[in-house]
């Protein structure tokens, strides 16, 4: 059995809890001073003052001790919305859109997701997985230890299973943990044009059994959107995935104010309302008072010069809110933990507490393992970070710089940083 023994962390923050922290609870994130903790194999068994630990480990001479004078500790980050395997790239449209084209204007033109569409169904595994551990390993660079991902660049059968098996194979071979999801509704070709509930049966009979068969992927995923899935297809696809077996996950109220998409997802009590820079009282209150975690993604609305999500009237209302990256090759193609903060912190009103809490617990709680990772305590898994400075108000006041020194993935040392 490997025992390792972290001591002396200037600040260690637990974010204790193992369900999703809602409105005044996400400022909680359970801060020790001259922390401790006691990894067995790849799970805590303890956590505590320096002092309240030493008593327990003496001087054992079987634990390995990690000395973590000046430096803040706490869990992994949980990006829970990503779309990391794709081919191609799509740089020109990012150029465009600096020069005024809109999104939508690029999508509706056949640019957009569709335009991924073709270089995606002409990979093979081997390219997603070549392609898939380069990017997880920025992630884990940044802090990362457990990522979702989704397919939805293939949309015919072939290909959303391949991406998956991609996405299982990363799992398997490489220390960030990835959750899979299922989005084959991610756009409209142009061959299913005006046959949306036609081109939901294609997947929920031709491609989802198969998904499920094969224990491909946890979450079902729908894009929500004027133009795209409307709320009648989105809930009938969504119902019949979760008689399925699926847990739901909806891209909600991106860009059409009033649209509906939150309060939909509360009402088919998804996991998760993912965007919501439009979302509207009323499905706030919902996610508010339902189970549904309000993730926001504000690299996304930064790339797409949006206004952000408003996740401060989220939290005062209620909500559990969660923050992740949507890494994708057109609307946001960041990862960037450091500039995430910062927009949370800077332009979002969010304390770093709370977003914190959105980037680790209520990440967790997002794609339902918050009763495995997302904190430092007893019995969860140690995925476990090591910061450069003392303290987390570092984070955002060394505003984009990635502070991450070190990553304990499942006890073990996966990353480390020389300054
Ligand atoms: O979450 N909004 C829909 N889907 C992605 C964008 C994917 C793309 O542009 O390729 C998103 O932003
Ligand atoms: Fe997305």
């Known amino acids: 059995m490997s025992k390792r023994y972290i001591r002396h962390a200037a600040e260690l923050v637990t974010c204790k809890g193992r369900t999703a922290k809602r409105g005044k609870e996400m400022s909680d994130i359970g801060l020790i001073h001259d922390g401790a903790v006691i990894i067995e194999d790849d799970k805590i068994t303890a956590v505590g003052t320096t002092e309240e630990l030493d008593r327990i480990v003496k001087d054992s001479p079987e634990y390995e001790v990690i000395d973590a004078t000046g430096k803040a500790v706490m869990p992994g980050f949980v990006d829970s919305h990503t779309h ?61 230890t457990t990522v979702e991902g989704k397919s939805g660049y293939g949309m015919d059968h072939d290909t959303e299973i391949r991406m998956l098996e991609a996405y299982k194979k990363l799992n398997d071979s490489h ?61 009938y696809y969504l119902t019949k995935a979760a008689e399925m077996g699926f847990k739901l996950k909806v891209h909600a109220d991106e860009i059409t104010p009033g649209f509906g998409a939150s309060e939909m997802a509360a009402r088919v009590g998804a996991f998760s309302a993912d965007h919501l820079l439009k979302a509207s009282d009323e499905g706030i209150r919902m996610m508010a008072e339902g189970r549904t975690i309000s993730t926001v993604l504000p690299l996304t609305a ?118």
């Open 302 to 419: 930064f790339c797409l010069r949006e206004p952000y999500a408003p996740a401060r009237k989220m939290i005062d209302s209620g909500c559990a809110v969660a923050m992740a990256s949507d890494l994708n090759p057109g609307s946001c193609f960041s990862n960037s933990i450091p500039l995430m903060i910062a927009t949370g912190c800077i332009y979002m009103n969010m304390s770093i507490e709370e977003v914190i809490t959105a980037m680790t617990i209520n990440g967790a709680a997002a794609v339902d393992r918050a009763d495995r990772i997302g904190s430092i305590e007893e019995g969860k898994q140690a995925d476990i970070i090591f910061l450069k400075f003392p303290s987390i108000q570092y984070l955002p006041y060394h505003t984009g710089v990635n502070l991450v020194e070190t990553v304990i993935k499942s006890g073990k040392t996966v990353y480390h940083k020389e300054w």
């Open 175 to 235: 220390p960030v943990d990835v959750v899979s999801t299922f989005l084959g509704p991610h756009s409209v070709l142009p061959e299913w044009k005006g046959k949306e509930r036609e081109f939901l049966d294609y997947m929920l009979t031709e491609v989802m059994p198969e998904v499920k068969e094969k224990g491909l992927a946890e979450f079902a995923d729908i894009f929500t959107e004027k133009g795209v899935f409307d709320v009648p297809d989105s809930e």
């Open 84 to 144: 990391f395997l794709f081919g191609g790239y799509r740089a020109d449209e990012f150029g465009w859109r600096l020069k005024g084209d809109s999104y939508m204007s690029i999508m509706e033109r056949g640019g957009g997701i569709n335009a991924t569409v073709v270089p995606t169904r002409n990979a093979s595994v081997e390219d997603f997985v070549a392609l898939g551990l380069e990017r997880m390993n920025r992630m884990l660079e940044f802090g990362v």
